[in-house]
């Protein structure tokens, strides 16, 4: 089994290597960033609601891509913490609009796995999904990278 690897390095390249199960050093090709700026990317985040840890590696992973598009399960995000989101409209899903889904979205999880399946993946060549919980359910095709941060 191999498992793919992608790190940026200081010189402001991106390593991407496939490690195989045991092995601490990959095949990896570098590439530059500005190589990856012409990808279509999707960024799915499970829900933006107060601005912690998942937050910061989104708000790092917008900056190395931005031209990244964002989908959230929920977005209940205040304004004055939208600044990392760079002006971006985030797509939400069908829970957003459910009842008392601002103060119990929660609640709603045995929906989530469905909800991130109906977000529509086509004409992105990378998917990221930052996942504790469902967004590592996205549905992707055979011709798109799926990178899990788990």
């Known amino acids: 089994m191999s498992l793919l690897a992608v790190n940026s390095l200081e ?3 991106l390593r991407v290597g496939r490690f195989r199960r045991g092995s601490t050093t990959p095949g990896a090709t570098i590439r530059p960033m500005n190589d990856l700026q012409h ?6 985040h499970e829900w933006l609601e107060t601005p912690l840890g998942s937050e910061r590696y989104l708000a790092e992973v917008l900056g190395v891509l931005p031209q990244a598009d964002v989908f959230a399960i929920v977005d209940f995000m205040p304004h004055a913490h939208r600044k990392f989101l760079g002006g971006r409209v985030v797509r939400t899903s069908f829970i957003q609009r459910l009842p008392l889904a601002r103060r119990k979205f929660r609640s ?9 399946e ?4 086509t004409g992105y060549d990378m998917v990221i999904s930052n996942s504790h919980a469902v967004a590592k359910g996205v ?3 055979g011709n798109q990278l799926h990178v899990c941060i788990c």
């Open 108 to 116: 709603y999880l045995p929906l989530m796995p469905w909800a991130v």
């Open 11 to 13: 010189s402001g390249a």
């Open 39 to 44: 990808l279509r990317v999707a960024v799915v």
């Open 139 to 141: 549905i992707t095709s």
């Open 118 to 121: 109906q977000f529509d993946m």
